[in-house]
């Protein structure tokens, strides 16, 4: 008889949907391999396949990592496309390993927020508009393109800021567009939009913390100009 493939069992016990239910970390090694392969062979399924590939390498992921495509391949019910991704994944965890984690910048005051995001502004002959999304301490956690325009304003969706900040799990956003003319200063339409897009987020209790303008000279921020309400 046909072992079962992933699809097919019991949905409690389908490690891809146990994954989702209860996050990555409630599975076992077995479990997260069994998700690469799909399927097991005929005399076994893929966790049990897994299992015993696993204790042939003393349950050693480190052991597991030194092994190449055809090793992989001496195992019933591993083909040459299932070795590989076995692979695949493995090397991406030994090079995330060796990878230092790059350390998020801290931005909060205008001048800091002008000096990482300034660049990305500069010489642009039409406005954009953007949302920085920052943790409870103001570490980056994301940028976000909201809106691209004309030489003189740019439409501005608050549903989509605020939603880019849930995704993210944002404590406070900073606001950000530049000017082209090169006009140092906010108009009207500047602080029409920023106070509405305050008032949502405060509805989330999401802080929006700043509103800095950029032209290729400098910039203008609402908070130091005491904008903010």
Not at 29 to 50: F, Q, Y
Not at 149 to 172: C, E, F, H, K, M
Not at 192 to 221: C, L, N, P, Q
Request: charge should be neutral.
């Amino acid at each position: 008889m046909n072992k079962l493939i992933i699809r097919e069992w019991a949905e409690a016990d389908r490690p891809r949907e146990k994954l989702m239910e209860h996050g990555r970390r409630a599975l076992t090694d077995a479990e997260l391999l069994a998700i690469l392969i799909g399927s097991g062979s005929r005399e076994e399924t893929a966790v049990e396949l897994c299992k015993r590939i696993l204790k042939d390498q003393n349950n050693d992921l480190h052991n597991l990592s030194q092994l190449d495509v055809s090793d992989f391949c001496r195992y019933k019910g591993i083909g040459e496309a299932k070795a590989i991704s076995i692979v695949a994944a493995l090397e991406l965890g030994r090079r995330r390993k060796d990878e230092k984690p790059v350390e998020k910048p801290i931005l909060n005051t205008s001048s800091r927020v002008y000096k990482y995001f300034g660049a990305r502004l500069k010489d642009l002959p039409y406005e954009e508009f953007w949302a920085i999304y920052l943790s409870r301490n103001c570490k980056l956690l994301e940028s976000k393109l909201i809106g691209r325009g004309g030489n003189d304003s740019t439409p501005v969706d608050v549903r989509i800021i605020l939603r880019y900040a849930l995704q993210n799990n944002a404590s406070s956003i900073v606001l950000v567009h530049n000017h082209p003319s090169g006009t140092l200063a906010a108009s009207e339409a500047d602080q029409d939009i920023t106070r509405k897009i305050w008032e949502a987020a405060r509805v989330m209790d999401i802080r929006i913390i700043d509103h800095v303008i950029f032209t290729d000279e400098g910039y203008y921020s609402m908070r130091d100009e005491g904008y903010m309400m």
